[in-house]
């Protein structure tokens, strides 16, 4: 059972667009959400990442907005760019065991010029 | 070069041999990880280690072994490959709340 559920799976949208991805989880005790960017041939890296106890974060055109109650959270890229084509991971991890991640099956996201 | 590395970058073997993956990192981290990444998966935790001689089980360890004698080395052994561990494999290592991942292996179990 996949402990943090990502969706969509592959997204398409044109330059300037504002994709959006989506993570939901049911461990409460999760208490760390990173987001990692994966481009081709490469290791992922972190992006941004959020604790429960704000609602959103934001690191130039990357914003994580959370959900503690609906126990959701989403990445939203602003003016995105055909450098931002890559595979995006969030991820979850709990306090009292914060060595493991557990990751979503990734988003692939292609911004057209 | 500063960071992790990873060896090979892409294996083939066959069903039944056994594969070593390396890792080596530069930065003297505590925790390193194995992970591998399949497609509709993302990345599943195969092993970790908080330091030299101490390793734990990740969510799909079976099939695999860890060994860590030194904090900058952590190979990965497949003892007698399977089809099913065709994919591309991960090593990362932890400092404060980030992991930082290598190159990773594509390997192909035919």
């Known amino acids: 059972q996949q402990q943090v559920k990502q969706s969509p799976q592959s997204l398409i949208v044109q330059k300037g667009g504002i994709p959006i991805i989506n993570c939901a989880y049911e461990?409460?005790?999760?208490?760390?959400f990173p987001w990692y960017q994966q481009f081709p041939g490469k290791g992922p890296a972190l992006l941004i990442a959020i604790r429960p106890d704000v609602s959103e974060k934001k690191e130039g055109r990357f914003t994580i907005s959370f959900n503690k109650s609906a126990k959701q959270f989403s990445l939203h890229i602003m003016d995105s760019q055909p450098g931002d084509s890559a595979t995006y991971f969030c991820?979850?991890?709990?306090?009292?065991?914060?060595?493991?991640?557990?990751f979503g099956s990734g988003t692939k996201l292609n911004v057209k010029p | 070069d500063a960071g992790i590395t990873q060896s090979p970058r892409y294996k083939i073997t066959e069903t039944g041999r056994q594969v070593t993956l390396m890792c080596h990192q530069t930065w003297s981290h505590s925790y390193m990880f194995w992970y591998r990444q399949d497609l509709g998966h993302g990345l599943r935790l195969i092993y970790y280690s908080a330091a030299a001689d101490i390793t734990d089980k990740g969510e799909v360890p079976d099939g695999y072994v860890v060994s860590r004698s030194k904090t900058e080395n952590f190979p990965l052994t497949l003892e007698s490959a399977t089809r099913s561990q065709t994919s591309v494999y991960f090593c990362?290592?932890?400092?404060?709340?980030?992991?930082?991942f290598g190159p990773g292996t594509r390997l192909t179990v035919l």
């Open positions: 990362a290592s932890k400092h404060t709340d980030t992991q930082y």
């Open positions: 461990n409460t005790a999760f208490d760390y």
């Open positions: 991820a979850a991890s709990r306090a009292d065991n914060f060595n493991k991640f557990y």
